[in-house]
């Protein structure tokens, strides 16, 4: 299924994306797309309900409605640096032998089509194409990767907007420059792993202004999904509704030269194959 959240931020109801602009609203049975529902075992549940609706047209046209993230605020949000060879060679850095771990503030979740802001002070503000794994379960100290993919409720396409100067040139950890509000774009949809053919074969790209910047695949991953969720569950406890965020393939704004940043007033264009699309105006 394709989970989305349809409303004003705060105000957002669930449902599930049917395809042609339509959704099957799900509110009455689902409070939310949150941790309790992904951990609760109800898909199925839902995907019956939904079949029945569609078959008695039950349908609902989205029209101009806004859609949210595809679930809601998670407990926290995870992210992977340099898991695209070719993009840790255009910054300059080494391969990493294991996940690059960094987080980012939870209250930077929109959605997926919702307004990037430049932060205040900002001279180095750039994008990030990446794929995004929902947990569906609690996990601690899994001991494969096939027990992994169990704990994965399922997928979704996210802009990890990076404030460069921030992150690199302030001194500390990554967060800094990952944490500035609406920094994380998330959707349109969340689908389930049952939908996805091989999430390692992905096509994802991003433009600014019409102009293709990052244009890769999911295959040049250099840790799969599987791996960094089982990887991260040896240090952490990974909660239902959590969001990691994998990486980012190269043709970030740093990695040209001279150096492209956002300044305000372009439009970020961005998608995963089968996981939908963006579409952001940038603010400054």
């Given amino acids: 299924?394709?989970?989305?959240?349809?409303?004003?931020?705060?105000?957002e109801r669930p449902g599930?994306?049917?395809?042609?602009?339509?959704f099957v609203d799900v509110s009455d049975i689902v409070s939310d797309i949150d941790g309790a529902f992904?951990?609760?075992?109800?898909?199925?549940e839902v995907r019956s309900?939904?079949?029945?609706?569609?078959?008695?047209?039950?349908?609902?046209?989205?029209?101009?409605?806004?859609l949210g993230a595809p679930f809601a605020r998670?407990?926290?949000?995870?992210?992977?640096?340099?898991?695209?060879?070719?993009?840790a060679e255009e910054t300059g850095q080494a391969v990493p032998e294991e996940p690059i771990l960094f987080t980012k503030a939870p209250n930077t979740l929109i959605g997926p089509n919702d307004d990037v802001q430049i932060p205040r002070t900002s001279t180095k503000t750039d994008w990030e194409v990446e794929l995004g794994i929902v947990i569906g379960s609690r996990a601690s100290y899994l001991g494969s990767d096939a027990e992994a993919e169990e704990c994965i409720a399922g997928y979704v396409t996210v802009n990890d907007v990076s404030e460069r100067a921030f992150?690199?040139?302030r001194g500390g950890q990554w967060s800094k420059g990952k944490s500035c509000p609406t920094f994380n774009p998330a959707?349109?949809?969340?689908?389930?792993p049952d939908e996805v053919?091989?999430?390692?074969?992905?096509?994802?790209?991003?433009?600014?202004?019409?102009?293709r910047k990052q244009d890769s695949s999911t295959a040049q991953m250099i840790f799969s999904p599987a791996f960094i969720v089982r990887y991260l569950s040896q240090f952490l406890t990974l909660e239902p509704g959590d969001l990691i965020n994998t990486g980012t393939p190269p043709g970030v704004g740093m990695g040209f030269t001279p150096p492209q940043f956002l300044r305000g007033g372009e439009e970020i264009r961005l998608g995963i194959a089968g996981l939908g699309e963006q579409r952001q105006r940038v603010l400054a």
């Fill in 167 to 169: 992150q690199i040139e």
């Fill in 38 to 44: 992904l951990a609760s075992g109800r898909i199925d």
């Fill in 74 to 87: 998670p407990h926290q949000i995870l992210c992977i640096g340099l898991n695209y060879r070719d993009h």
């Fill in 187 to 192: 959707g349109p949809y969340l689908v389930t």
């Fill in 49 to 66: 309900v939904v079949a029945e609706r569609i078959a008695s047209g039950a349908i609902e046209e989205l029209g101009g409605r806004r």
């Fill in 16 to 22: 599930v994306d049917v395809g042609d602009g339509r």
């Fill in 1 to 11: 299924m394709r989970f989305i959240r349809v409303g004003e931020p705060g105000a």
């Fill in 197 to 211: 053919d091989d999430v390692l074969d992905l096509r994802l790209w991003l433009e600014v202004d019409g102009v």
